[in-house]
C-alpha cells in the first residue's frame, strides 16, 4: 500500500527556525525562488515578531499578490518608487494592516524599479539606523536578479534564500527556507552560521523598545507605529554621503585625543550598558534620568544624530560592565524590578564616554557627578581599585558620537575630554 502523501508544509512552519534568527536584528532582505514566496516568508517572520516589536515589510519588487491583498482597497498608489524619485512621504506610503499597528506594509508604487536608483546605500543605511533606535524590523523583499543586490545586502544584517537561489556571498546568509509546494511536512530549515567578522550591524540589539519609549520630536508622530521610519524621512536625500564624510571626519578629529589615553585604558575599559529608552528632549532626558533612574549605578543619557536631518535625540542608559555577560544579568535584573517590562531593553556596547575628572577618591567622584548633574549634565561616578574614581557624562560606541555631548561642557567652561570608560558605577 503506498504512503499517504505528506501534508504540505505551511509558511509559519517553514520558518519558524528562522524567526529566532532574526530577533537581533534590525534590516534583512528577503530574496526568493518564486518573488510571492519570498513575500510569503517575509509575511511569516513578520508575524513571529509583531508581539514584541514593529515591522515594517517593502515591496522592492513590484506589487507582490501576498502583500496587496493586505492593503485597505482605498489606499494610495503611491509606493516606495514614488518616495525614491519624488519624494512622496513614506508617511503617506507605509499602511498599517494590523489592529495594533505594529505590521506595517510598504508597497512598490506604479512603474518598473530601477535599482541602481532604489539601492542607494546611504538612504537606507539611514534607515536602518532609524529602525535600529526604535528596535522595529525592516523586512525587504527584493528579486533575486536585482542589479546589485549582494553588493546592497552588505550594510544590512543578512539575506534569507527561500527555494533554490543562489547567492555568492555566503557569510551573509542567515537562512534558507524550502519552498513550501516542494517539502513534506518534517523537512527542517538549515541555518546558515556567518563566517567570523561578517559584517552583520545588529550585534547588541536583543529586541523591541517599549511603546513608551516612542517619542517622537514637538510630539506630531507620538505613538505612531514605525516612528524610526518616519524620522528617517524629515527630509530627502541630498546629504547621501555626507553623514559617513563627516563621521570619518570626527574619527580622525579625535584619532589623538583617543590615542593619547593611557594604553591600559582600552583594555580595562568598561564596554557595555544596558540601554534603556529613546527621547526626543534634553528636558524630558534629564527628568527621566533624575526622577527614574537616579539610584541605578552609572545612569546617564548620550545624545545622539538619527535620520537624514541628523534629528537631535536622547539614549538613556545605565551602568559600566566589562563583560557582556555581566550586562545581560543586570538588563534581567532591570526587567525583574520592573525598571523595563519584560522584553524590553538592550545591552549597548558603549566603550567611550567623556571624562570630566580622574584619579580622584569615590567621594569627591560622587560629589562632582552630582553638582553636573544638578545643572544637567548627564554626568555619574565610576570607581576603580582602591579609591580611585573617576567623573564621566554619557556612553557612547565610537569617540565622534560623543562630541556634541562634549561641545556642551565646553560651552559650560567646564573641562573635559573623550576617552575610554573605566571602572564600575559607584
Request: hydrophobic residues 45%; aromatic residues 6%.
Amino acid at each position: 500500500m503506498p504512503d499517504a502523501p505528506s501534508r504540505p508544509m505551511r509558511w509559519d512552519e517553514a520558518t519558524r527556525d528562522v524567526a529566532p534568527l532574526v530577533a537581533d536584528r534590525t534590516c534583512v532582505v528577503v530574496v526568493g525562488e518564486l518573488d510571492d514566496d519570498a513575500a510569503h516568508v517575509a509575511l511569516a517572520l513578520a508575524h513571529a515578531h509583531i508581539r514584541t516589536r514593529r515591522v515594517a515589510i517593502v515591496d522592492a519588487v513590484g506589487e507582490l499578490a501576498p502583500l496587496q491583498k493586505l492593503l485597505p482597497r482605498d489606499a494610495r498608489p503611491h509606493g516606495v518608487i514614488d518616495h525614491f524619485l519624488y519624494g512622496v512621504s513614506l508617511r503617506k506610503i507605509a499602511h498599517p494592516v494590523n489592529r495594533e499597528g505594529t505590521l506595517f506594509i510598504l508597497p512598490s508604487g506604479a512603474g518598473p524599479f530601477e535599482y541602481d536608483t532604489l539601492l542607494r546605500r546611504e538612504r537606507w543605511r539611514r534607515m536602518t539606523m532609524a529602525f535600529r533606535g526604535e528596535g522595529a524590523l525592516l523586512c525587504i523583499v527584493l528579486p533575486r536578479d536585482a542589479d546589485g543586490l549582494a553588493r546592497f545586502v552588505e550594510d544590512t544584517d543578512g539575506i534569507i534564500l527561500v527555494g533554490d537561489v543562489e547567492y555568492p556571498e555566503a557569510r551573509h546568509v542567515i537562512a534558507r527556507v524550502p519552498r513550501v509546494g516542494r517539502v513534506s511536512a518534517d523537512a527542517g530549515i538549515a541555518p546558515v552560521a556567518p563566517a567570523s567578522g561578517a559584517r552583520f550591524l545588529s550585534r547588541v540589539t536583543r529586541q523591541a523598545r517599549s511603546k513608551r519609549a516612542v517619542v517622537l520630536a514637538g510630539g506630531v508622530f507620538a505613538l505612531l507605529a514605525v516612528g524610526a521610519l518616519f524620522a528617517w524621512d524629515r527630509s530627502g536625500d541630498a546629504a547621501d554621503g555626507d553623514d559617513q564624510a563627516a563621521g570619518v571626519s570626527a574619527e580622525a578629529q579625535l584619532a589623538g585625543t583617543v590615542a593619547g589615553a593611557a594604553e591600559g585604558d582600552s583594555a580595562s575599559a568598561a564596554l557595555y550598558s544596558v540601554d534603556i529608552l529613546m527621547l526626543s528632549s534634553v528636558t524630558d532626558a534629564s527628568r527621566h534620568l533624575n526622577d527614574r533612574l537616579a539610584t541605578l549605578p552609572a545612569a546617564t543619557f548620550s545624545p545622539v544624530r538619527l535620520g537624514a536631518d541628523s534629528s537631535r535625540w536622547y539614549r538613556l542608559l545605565v551602568g559600566a560592565w566589562r563583560e557582556q555577560r555581566e550586562a545581560d544579568s543586570a538588563l534581567m535584573a532591570l526587567r525583574a524590578a520592573g525598571v523595563l517590562e519584560m522584553g524590553f531593553g538592550s545591552v549597548r556596547r558603549t566603550p567611550f564616554a567623556v571624562r570630566v575628572a580622574d584619579s580622584i577618591t569615590h567621594s569627591a567622584a560622587v560629589t562632582r557627578a552630582t553638582e553636573l548633574r544638578a545643572q544637567g549634565f548627564p554626568a555619574y561616578a565610576l570607581g576603580r581599585d582602591g579609591d580611585h574614581a573617576g567623573v564621566y557624562a554619557g556612553a557612547f560606541e565610537t569617540p565622534s558620537q560623543a562630541m556634541p555631548l562634549l561641545d556642551m561642557f565646553k560651552r559650560a567652561g567646564i573641562g573635559a575630554t573623550i576617552a575610554y570608560r573605566s571602572g564600575r558605577g559607584i
